[in-house]
């Protein structure tokens, strides 16, 4: 990852940088610059989705901008401190980069459950996720870093983190369950695991809530240090731009 992203900042500084390919040595670059398709005169910054601690440390060394995701805000605020403190391990100056976050979330309207019919199709694939990373985290290592671990991140969902994962195993090929375990990833609650989006799921794994619930969230990441606030969008849910234009409109 850290030789990808070098040989991709050199090359939007117009350089021609070599990178290993198809167990080569090539040099790489963009062709035809100069008829002004792209953009590499002006510099371009690169953002870093880094949720783990390796990650945010390649981040630093290679003074990249930072990308995390909002799945608590404890979570959030105790990265975006370890962000700062691996800038500053790499001599670089943290106030100089952007924090950028992911949320996945619903605006609730008023009394609306977390896990109403609604709700559940434009935030449940984001819990699902969760669910997915931790299933594989023991074989592949965690997409969601310390977060995730090997275990459920509240006590009180260990007895879903269990059901799900009697789930997973009953996937197959038992060498490539992962077919399954990611078949709507992002995108919707495949029938079998509907079951365990529960509203206490989604209340904890999402940044969902009501307009003014959501605008103190916002408050509190800006105070953590972040810079920038982007929402995932569910596919066939594009009324969510609406339901969050609301909520940053007052912020």
Do not use: C
């Amino acid at each position: 990852m850290g030789d990808y992203t070098r040989a991709v900042m050199a090359m939007l500084r117009g350089e021609t940088p070599e990178i290993r390919i198809e167990a080569k040595t090539r040099k790489v670059g963009f062709l035809n610059p100069e008829a002004g398709l792209i953009n590499i005169k002006d510099p371009i910054p690169v953002s870093i989705s880094a949720l783990g601690p390796k990650t945010r440390r390649l981040a630093a060394e290679l003074d990249a901008d930072w990308i995390s995701v909002n799945f608590t805000e404890e979570f959030s605020a105790a990265t975006a401190r370890d962000m700062d403190a691996q800038y500053r391990a790499a001599g670089k100056d943290p106030a100089r980069r952007r924090k950028i976050i992911f949320a996945l979330g619903a605006v609730l309207k008023e009394g609306e459950a977390h896990d109403s019919p609604r709700v559940k199709a434009q935030v449940g694939p984001g819990a699902m996720m969760v669910l997915h990373d931790a299933m594989e985290a023991q074989n592949y290592g965690s997409l969601l870093g310390e977060f995730a671990g090997s275990g459920a991140p509240d006590p009180g969902l260990e007895q879903i983190f269990r059901e799900y994962r009697a789930l997973y195993e009953s996937y197959t090929p038992t060498d490539a369950r992962y077919l399954t375990l990611h078949r709507g990833h992002l995108m919707f609650v495949r029938p079998d695991e509907d079951r365990f989006a529960t509203a206490d799921l989604i209340r904890t794994l999402t940044s969902s809530g009501t307009a003014p619930e959501l605008r103190d969230r916002i408050r509190r990441l800006k105070e953590a240090g972040y810079d920038e606030v982007v929402v995932q969008v569910t596919p066939g849910w594009e009324t969510m731009i609406d339901d969050w234009a609301h909520v940053f409109e007052i912020v």
